[in-house]
């Protein structure tokens, strides 16, 4: 089973955009896929047609984390892929974990234990909301590989050497992280600022940076708001913008020897 935590401190980078996009092509292919929505933001919840601010805690993650069985908080979505949503009260997870032992930084793993022991799933996918600290920690403990969307800015590099840290800290307790595969989102470069960045994106991380990147594209922004992965969204560039995501799944595949 292949645990893939998306994750990036910088806000709005599109962990959410390929949290749900590539789950789906991942489920178009036949692998059976779990989403869990650790950002309480909710918003791979709602692309996935939840509303987490309408559900009760013990309906989200927050479930699980208690003790719950995972069959019971799971859903189906229309995408073919299952959802342990989020809920507004994940914002406080931090806070629970402080308290738990290791600052709860082997909760993820130990539920990603259960499922693996379960054999329901070949694809686990976190997405992560935008912060560094004790959720992230647990999911990158918990994770199989990092994947963290990126962009040519200054800010977003320092926040990936940031990530780059946290991923060789966390393979000190967990070796089945394989390291952090890097994917150009919202990928555009214009101005020779654009393509400074971008080159100094391959001299920092060319080994893992992956070769798929997904330009700016309307499907991606226009689809969240009806609810559907651009696999069922059928207008403008939608298509252009599935193969790539299936691009991006043989690439993983390829790099993680998956079936
Ligand atoms: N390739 C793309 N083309 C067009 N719009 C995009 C693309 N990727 C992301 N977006 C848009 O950019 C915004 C941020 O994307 P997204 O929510 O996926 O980022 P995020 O990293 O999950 O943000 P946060 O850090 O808040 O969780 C959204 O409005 C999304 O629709
Ligand atoms: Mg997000």
């Not at 208690?66 to 949503?85: A, F, I, M």
Request: charged share 20%; with cysteine; proline share 5%.
């Amino acid at each position: 089973m292949q645990v893939y935590a998306l994750a990036i401190e910088k806000g709005g980078t599109g962990k959410s955009t390929l949290t749900v996009n590539l789950a789906a092509a991942f489920a178009r292919l036949n692998f059976r896929v779990l989403v869990i929505d650790l950002d309480a933001q909710g918003h791979a919840s709602y692309w996935l047609g939840v509303l987490s601010a309408s559900l009760r805690p013990e309906e989200s993650f927050l479930g699980v984390l208690n003790g719950r069985p995972l069959e019971e908080c799971v859903r189906s979505t229309p995408e073919g892929v299952d959802l342990l949503p989020a809920h507004p009260a994940l914002a406080s997870i931090p806070v629970q974990l402080a308290s738990s032992p290791n600052g709860g930084l082997f909760v993820l793993h130990d539920i990603m234990a259960q499922i693996t022991a379960s054999g329901m799933y070949d694809i686990v996918m976190f997405d992560l909301a935008p912060a560094r600290g004790l959720v992230m920690a647990a999911a990158l403990a918990a994770a199989t590989r990092c994947i963290a969307p990126v962009q040519p800015e200054e800010l977003v590099i320092q926040a990936l050497k940031a990530l780059s840290e946290s991923v060789t800290q966390a393979q000190r307790v967990n070796h089945n992280l394989h390291g952090i595969s890097v994917i150009r989102n919202k990928y555009q470069p214009r101005s020779a600022g654009d393509t400074a960045y971008d080159q100094l994106l391959r001299d920092l991380y060319g080994s893992q940076l992956l070769k798929t990147t997904i330009p700016v594209r309307a499907a991606l922004r226009d689809s969240a708001g009806l609810q559907q992965s651009v696999f069922r969204y059928a207008s403008g560039d939608a298509n252009e913008v599935r193969n790539l995501f299936l691009d991006l799944v043989e690439e993983l595949m390829a790099l993680d020897g998956v079936r």
